[in-house]
């Protein structure tokens, strides 16, 4: 048995409450991990002895009590490392990594408490437990706990290697990000909405230049591109995001190049699926997930994109003859953008810049918490905690006056700081077996929009508002579970492609005008967005939506099809040709290098998954359609179909299958005509 040291009183060894932010030291980081990682050894060595009984609640007292606070003290670290990153918390991180991978791994490999499990009489679980241990049964054949000698060995150096490629890859991708500026003359600015302009004058300040410093972060770099009318700095700009982190970049920045990290990660990965016995790494990712095989996935991202195919080709024609009315007959890569948005203002009379006016970030959050209140039957209030930064926010979800889950919200862009949006668990809801007391959840919430400039507060696009309810929905999933088991509680246990339905369902209500009404006010005057306006956002809503679906379709297929590869050698670079050939309509210039910053499969999880999002739409699309065949003539929501909505898909969590989840909030099972009628192809179906 192992020993552990005498526990050092760190914030990262409190689990007393909430995490204590403000009092985390980077030189904490190691004392805290190494006391951890060996309490939670310790507790392995105890369960896997042989007179330990084979006895579910036993074990958990003991194992998944220690596990769970490394779990949640690591996620700390890991989460400032994504927020708010710096070189010597990013030693520390990169220093313990491999220790906290190894043990993972070795857990999940560990044949004897493989064996404890699997002598564990189901007949005395309830059907949360039983769920948690049939899960965790197959995850321990997926972990290598078949595997012996040699083949156990290797596996558990690949985990390590995979886990410090990975937390490269995502290295390279913010360093490049942050790296990359652009200092410019105001003359080359005409056309750029004046806050963005604003904050790149204010970014040169910081860094003692003069000028107008743009960067490749998305409130600055979109905008440029809808808006610039200057080609060249469009040029300059797209060139440098198609190619950041990559061999294409500059020559100061090709120490980020992630070309070898991918090629190393992708041999890796089929090494891995090989020792398991899987044909290929898409095999090995597909065995815990609602889809049954690579092929079926293929097989249905190729029907959407057939389906998509004509209303794509619509789009693209008309963008051409849009273009050659303002003066621009042979469009660049970097010009469709700016085409777009202003084919789109010419169209539909109206612009993002417009919208944006009236999506003020305080006003958009109370008019997402009043629908959030109103269908699940909650009340959400501002709380107490400490943050990480100035811009987080901290909140309280409550029913019948029990807290049920709290949250942080981070909002803003900033430099150290990866880029996205994405929820994160920072504990799971669970009763625990060493206090007997439940434990609520809590969850971080990241978004990446622009900061507010002098008094005027933050503007959000619509895209913005569609991006902040999405990660709601994966929070409120985590949150409003009613699972005790913590391995199936709220997102846990969830199939990888169903865990995106309630972060997708809820996208649809920034489309209701009964909801909008809420939670629009324009910062100057205080009025709600015209209906006329959003009238015509609602017409524009499926604008150029067969090129979208064709772009989603073309990330997919590629990471499918990689991952699909029966060889350890794949050549990434010509498998996306190959897609781009047979699926987008809009070729890329030969430099462009976007596998290189595609962290989601290479650093975020979604490895033969990226699927997950069409595949989720389907349900998600379905599942909302059964809101609006109960919708009022006056466009108001229904409450019991919340309610259900909130006891058959969010309450339940992982604790059963997806599709049983969905079975029983619909009373079938899903097909795709809700998603083509939303995005105005179901002509072609």
């Not at 500059?250 to 120490?255: G, H, P, R, T, V």
């Not at 963008?319 to 050659?324: D, L, N, S």
């Not at 504990?427 to 971080?444: C, E, F, I």
């Not at 920034?510 to 100057?524: A, D, G, K, T």
């Amino acid at each position: 048995m192992s020993y552990a040291p005498t526990a050092p009183h760190t914030a990262l060894t409190d689990f007393s409450g909430l995490p204590r932010f403000g009092d985390i030291q980077v030189a904490d980081i190691e004392p805290s991990i190494t006391h951890l990682l060996s309490k939670a050894q310790n507790a392995l060595d105890e369960v896997t002895a042989p007179s330990f009984p084979a006895v579910w609640t036993k074990m958990t007292q003991v194992l998944d009590v220690e596990v769970e606070k490394l779990s949640r003290a690591w996620g700390v670290i890991s989460h400032l490392n994504a927020v708010a990153d710096n070189p010597e918390q990013r030693l520390a991180y990169n220093h313990m990594l491999p220790k906290v991978t190894e043990f993972w791994t070795q857990m999940g490999a560990n044949e004897k408490l493989f064996q404890k499990y699997e002598q564990i009489d189901q007949s005395l679980l309830n059907a949360e437990q039983k769920k948690a241990l049939n899960n965790a049964l197959r995850n321990f054949i997926l972990g290598g706990a078949k595997l012996t000698g040699e083949k156990k060995v290797r596996f558990a150096q690949i985990q390590e290697e995979q886990a410090a490629l990975g937390q490269k890859f995502s290295e390279n991708v913010l360093d490049a990000t942050d790296a990359w500026f652009y200092l410019c003359p105001l003359d080359e600015l005409a056309g750029v909405p004046e806050e963005v302009i604003q904050e790149a004058q204010e970014e040169a300040k910081r860094h003692g230049q003069v000028g107008y410093r743009l960067n490749l972060k998305m409130p600055c770099y979109l905008p440029v591109m809808q808006y610039a009318q200057n080609a060249a700095l469009r040029a300059t700009l797209y060139k440098a995001y198609q190619t950041r982190a990559s061999d294409q970049a500059s020559a100061e920045a090709l120490k980020f190049d992630n070309s070898q990290i991918i090629q190393k990660t992708l041999a890796l990965r089929h090494e891995e699926a090989q020792l398991l016995g899987f044909e290929h790494f898409a095999a090995l990712s597909l065995e815990p997930k609602m889809a049954h095989s690579a092929q079926q996935v293929i097989a249905f991202l190729r029907d959407l994109a057939t389906k998509a195919r004509p209303f794509g080709e619509k789009d693209l024609q008309e963008m051409r003859e849009f273009a050659q009315s303002i003066g621009i007959d042979e469009p660049a890569p970097s010009d469709w953008t700016f085409i777009a948005e202003r084919l789109k203002e010419h169209r539909y009379a109206f612009s993002d810049l417009e919208v944006k006016a009236y999506f003020p970030y305080p006003k958009v959050l109370s008019g997402l918490f009043k629908i959030i209140e109103t269908l699940f039957e909650v009340s959400i209030e501002p709380d107490m905690a400490p943050v990480w930064h100035p811009d987080v926010g901290f909140y309280k979800i409550v029913r019948n006056q029990e807290i049920i889950g709290q949250f942080y919200l981070d909002p803003t862009a900033r430099q150290s700081k990866r880029g996205g949006a994405w929820m994160d668990g920072v504990r799971n809801r669970w009763m625990r077996p060493d206090n007997a007391q439940l434990q609520s959840p809590v969850a971080y919430l990241v978004c990446n929009f622009a900061k507010g400039q002098g008094d005027q507060p933050a503007l959000l696009t619509h895209d913005d508002v569609i991006t902040l309810f999405h990660e709601f929905g994966h929070g409120l999933h985590h949150m409003l579970t009613q699972v005790n088991e913590q391995d199936v509680s709220g997102i846990s246990g969830v199939e990888w492609d169903a865990v995106e339905l309630p972060s997708q369902f809820m996208e649809n209500f920034c489309w209701e005008w009964s909801v909008l009404q809420h939670m629009s006010s324009h910062y100057q005057t205080g009025e709600v967005m015209p209906k006329t306006l959003f009238d015509k956002m609602l017409a524009a809503k499926n604008f150029q939506s067969g090129l979208q679906t064709l772009r989603q379709v073309e990330f997919s297929l590629f990471d499918m099809l990689i991952h699909a590869q029966t060889h350890a050698q794949v050549d990434f670079m010509a498998i996306q040709k190959e897609v781009k050939q047979e699926v987008a309509l809009i070729q890329s210039p030969p430099w462009s290098r976007t596998p290189q910053s595609f962290s989601h499969i290479f650093a975020g999880g979604y490895a033969a998954g990226y699927y997950s999002y069409k595949w989720a739409e389907v349900l998600s699309a379905d599942a909302y359609a059964a809101f609006e065949e109960t919708m009022s003539e006056a466009g108001e929501l229904s409450q019991a179909m919340g309610t259900k909505f909130r006891k058959e898909i969010l309450e339940v969590g992982g604790s059963r299958d997806a599709m049983d989840s969905f079975k029983a909030f619909r009373g079938r099972e899903p097909n795709i005509e809700a998603l083509l009628r939303h995005q105005g192809m179901l002509e072609a179906a």
